[in-house]
């Protein structure tokens, strides 16, 4: 099956499922995770309709945008070292990884622009998980008050590995509603109205919780390595 196939499957896929809950499938954002494919197979899903890209790593997310360019809207979503910000912070649209006050602070102190950011939370307390905890993510936004560059638009988060369709959707259902508990707030630089959940195994029901950014990997791109 070809990548434009796949996009064509999940896009039927997403209408069936916002059918069911009463959604508006052109709220929902596909992110192909390209990060174990060539820049060619990347290129396919661009030319299929995909808009936007997420990577992992630098040295992946360089190479990616080197080849594609400003044809992709580029999302960074790995864990990303503050050290590393300066690399990319002229080329990425997003960041899915904010879980640090240090991190915020390089990212506004390297931006020449408002940054899309969303905090990384660990809502299946997970230790191999990273992100920051439920309870701490008002507090953290809250200390970002300070830092012009950096616009929190959502929260994002990863489910555990699992065939517990229940305990997926609690780590889901979570993550939205510390995020109405965010915009009770009313933060002027955090509208936090978006929400970066659900990878291949587990977007429909991510949606079925709130998700409008989904992160397909395998699914729609395959895996070359």
Known sequence: MSVSERYQLIQDEIKQVCKRVKRNPDDIEIIAVTKYVSNETAQEAIDAGVQHLGENRLEGFMEKYESIG??????????????????????????????????AKEINKRASREVSCFVQVNTSDEESKHGIKPEEVVPFIESLA??????????????????????????????REVSDEVQRHQFSYAPCDQLSMGMSNDYQIAIEEGATHIRIGSKLVGKEV
């Open 70 to 103: 400003q044809a992709a809207n580029f999302h960074f979503i790995g864990t990303l070292q503050s050290r590393k910000v300066k690399d990319l912070i002229d080329y990425v649209d997003s960041i899915h990884s904010l879980d640090r006050k240090s991190l």
């Open 146 to 175: 300070n830092y012009p560059n950096v616009k929190v638009v959502g929260l994002m988060t990863m489910a555990p590995l699992t065939d517990d369709e229940q305990y997926i959707r609690q780590c889901f259902r979570k993550l």
